[in-house]
């Protein structure tokens, strides 16, 4: 917005008297300049503005020294028709300069436009921060009011305490912390990433960690920073604290995870993916995403039958039948989603007797959707099919019948192990956990947590 020096001096003249004693400054395009240090052009013909020196004397006030590139406007020209001039500017009066005496005016980049962006700073310590690194510019992206949670993100942001009481100053914090809330969400939220949690030291609780859950509404009190703060010293899960911190369907989610591994860290995983790994394939989970990579593929091929056969093709008939292939998919892919699951796989073969003088261990899971609970059997027989040993194990929480049987399988071997019993054969009815557990491929994700966990107890067994 222009500020029109005319204008402005009518607004003073009227009310002046009354802003003597307040503090106030002017900042913004006055499409004038001062001096001709002010200006860089062949031409000569637009020279200092006496009006512009005549409105600073009659109202006392004082033009801010800039830090970085003193002219901030361009005509865009090239050669000797290029012209640069100061035109924005901050004016303050002298209770406002007495006011915030380490005032500075930051002239930014130009940002695609024909003027600079400028930049107010009224504190000492963010002027460092300037003159030490230059900032980041904070983009607002339109795809976030998409978001579900976007309502409860934006009122977390803005809702941050500021320990001044200088209004000015005050909205000034305000503005820099929720940008730098919402560009570390944005950086979290986005892409499909989750952290997948191990000894949850170096993740923070309010980071991506919990599938399906991009944001945490609730308040977590300062002295819970990271996810290891939530888990009792044998590495379970402190229920009581999740139950006072978090809302019941976020707490189901999180009991929902695999069991933490206290000897690794965390790491990033892509929770789209039974394996965790980043494909195209996979990232037509996000909607508008995969639109826009099947527009793009769809234009390809568009151009390729242009150049090699002749054909011309509709922009409308382009983006349509993207759109019907992503929505095929998509429908492909909730189908399977919701086709019912059970932990055991129904062709399964008869119990088979291990060799004379060892022992096999035997190992079913059950999912109770109803209950939200998880229970495991754990059998050992020799090879007579005398039963050595039982027991049987549950948890709170839903997962995949895989990650299941994968957890009761931990947790038998585990108990063996305490307990002096040497395991020679194991035996699980999971197809789908047995060809994990022999693959030799990474997986990432949270299930990949107990195959990991798993794969390194057997290799100190005997079998």
């Avoid at 527009?295 to 019907?324: G, K, L, M, T």
């Avoid at 957890?407 to 019993?421: M, Q, T």
């Avoid at 395991?423 to 990474?442: A, G, P, Y």
Wanted: charged share 15%.
């Amino acid at each position: 917005m222009v500020l029109l020096i005319l204008e402005i001096d009518l607004i003073l003249g009227n009310y002046y008297p009354g802003l003597g004693c307040l503090a106030f400054l002017f900042l913004g395009n006055f499409n004038d300049f001062l001096t001709w240090e002010d200006k860089s052009s062949s031409n000569l013909g637009n020279g200092p503005s006496p009006l512009f020196c005549t409105f600073l004397n009659k109202f006392h006030l004082q033009a801010l020294h800039p830090n970085g590139p003193r002219l901030t406007w361009t005509n865009n020209s090239q050669g000797n028709r290029k012209t640069l001039e100061r035109l924005d500017w901050a004016v303050g009066n002298s209770i406002w300069h007495s006011q915030h005496p380490n005032s500075i005016l930051n002239h930014l980049d130009f940002f695609g436009s024909d003027h600079r962006a400028i930049q107010l700073s009224i504190n000492q310590n963010h002027h460092s921060q300037f003159s030490r690194k230059k900032d980041k510019r904070f983009l607002f992206e339109n795809v976030w009011l998409s978001e579900p949670q976007w309502n409860d993100v934006l009122l977390e942001a803005w809702s941050s305490n500021t320990p001044s009481n200088d209004p000015s100053t005050n909205l000034l914090l305000k503005q820099s912390t929720c940008s730098t809330f919402l560009s570390n969400w944005k950086h979290k939220a986005f892409f499909g990433l989750c952290k997948r949690i191990e000894n949850g030291a170096n993740t923070n609780i309010l980071d991506p960690w919990i599938p399906n859950h991009r944001f945490i509404p609730t308040q977590i009190p300062t002295s819970l920073v990271h996810v290891s703060d939530l888990l009792l010293p044998n590495g379970d899960w402190n229920i009581p604290l999740l139950q006072t911190h978090f809302q019941q369907d976020t707490i189901n989610d999180i009991l929902s995870l695999p069991p933490p591994d206290n000897s690794q860290s965390d790491s990033y995983f892509w929770q789209h993916s039974p394996s965790g790994h980043y494909s195209v394939k996979t990232g037509y989970h996000d909607y508008e995403e995969g639109l826009v990579s099947l527009i793009s593929q769809q234009c390809w091929n568009a151009r390729n039958a242009a150049v090699f056969r002749n054909q011309d093709s509709n922009p409308v008939c382009i983006e349509q039948e993207a759109q019907d292939y992503l929505d095929f998919y998509q429908a492909a892919q909730d189908k399977r989603m919701t086709q019912p699951q059970s932990t055991t796989d129904l062709n399964h073969l008869a119990w088979e007797a291990p060799p004379v003088g060892t022992l096999k261990l035997n190992t079913d899971a059950a999912v109770s959707s109803h209950k939200n609970k998880i229970r495991g059997g754990v059998l050992v027989r020799d090879h007579t099919g005398k039963v050595i040993a039982a027991t049987a194990f549950s948890r709170m929480g839903q997962m995949q019948p895989q990650a299941a049987e994968g957890w009761v399988l931990w947790e038998g071997l585990k108990w063996s192990r305490d307990n002096g019993i040497n395991i020679h054969h194991i035996e699980v009815d999971c197809k789908n956990l047995l060809t994990d557990l022999q693959s030799t491929d990474e997986n990432l994700s949270s299930y990949g947590t107990i195959i990991n966990v798993i794969r390194r107890m057997l290799s100190s067994l005997p079998l």
